[in-house]
């Protein structure tokens, strides 16, 4: 008799837990679908040349002399303070040695306007070209500091553009 009563028990218990992991019930809240693929939590748009940027789709006008290309290493120079606020890195400028300490989370990346070689956490790297002092703004590589602090970067020939994407 006291089987019995486990028995029902146990059948009451794993119906009742059936029921409640049904999403298609009548009261019940359906369960979002997962979505396919991953919407950016961060997307800027920097024209060459331009004296605006957009973040999010919002145009912002730069304080600071607009991205260019180097010459001789073909590389997308950005007004390094400019887009470190944009994106949510620290920015140190170290006058004595002309270094150049760029944090955010993790993530340490150390340049100096006096060499091509940078260390990111400590592990050394060779840049496309040194960072620049132009019109007293530290302008650095973009695709470097953009890859190295996660973000996706994206070039558009017709417009001229880098485009940069950080997802969550």
Same mark, same amino acid.
């Given at each position: /008799? $006291?089987?019995k009563? #486990?028995?029902?028990?146990? #059948?009451?218990?794993?119906?009742?837990? +059936?029921i409640?992991?049904?999403t $298609?019930?009548?009261?019940?809240k359906?369960?979002?679908?997962?979505?396919? =693929? +991953?919407?950016? %939590?961060?997307?800027?748009?920097?024209p060459? &040349?331009s004296?605006?940027?957009?973040?999010? &789709?919002?145009?912002?006008?730069?304080?600071?002399?607009?991205a260019?290309?180097?010459?001789?290493?073909?590389?997308? /120079?950005?007004?390094l303070?400019?887009?470190?606020?944009? #994106?949510?890195?620290?920015?140190? *400028?170290i006058?004595?040695?002309?270094?150049?300490? !760029?944090?955010?989370?993790?993530?340490?990346?150390? /340049?100096?306007?006096?060499?091509? $070689?940078?260390?990111? $956490?400590? =592990?050394?790297?060779?840049?496309?070209?040194k960072?620049? !002092?132009?019109?007293?703004?530290?302008?650095?590589?973009l695709?470097?500091?953009a %890859? +190295?602090?996660?973000f996706v970067v994206? *070039?558009?020939?017709?417009?001229?553009?880098?485009?940069?994407? =950080?997802?969550?």
């Amino acid at each position: /008799m $006291n089987i019995k009563k #486990i028995l029902y028990g146990l #059948i009451i218990l794993l119906l009742v837990i +059936n029921i409640s992991s049904c999403t $298609n019930l009548p009261g019940t809240k359906k369960q979002p679908s997962s979505p396919t =693929k +991953n919407t950016p %939590q961060l997307t800027i748009k920097i024209p060459i &040349g331009s004296s605006t940027v957009y973040v999010n &789709g919002e145009e912002i006008d730069l304080t600071s002399p607009p991205a260019y290309i180097d010459e001789e290493s073909q590389t997308t /120079m950005v007004p390094l303070r400019f887009i470190s606020e944009i #994106i949510g890195a620290k920015v140190e *400028w170290i006058p004595d040695t002309k270094e150049i300490v !760029i944090t955010q989370n993790e993530k340490i990346i150390i /340049m100096s306007t006096k060499s091509i $070689n940078t260390t990111v $956490n400590g =592990k050394e790297f060779a840049l496309p070209c040194k960072p620049q !002092i132009k019109e007293e703004r530290a302008f650095v590589p973009l695709k470097f500091i953009a %890859q +190295n602090l996660d973000f996706v970067v994206d *070039w558009i020939p017709e417009s001229k553009t880098i485009v940069l994407y =950080k997802g969550s």
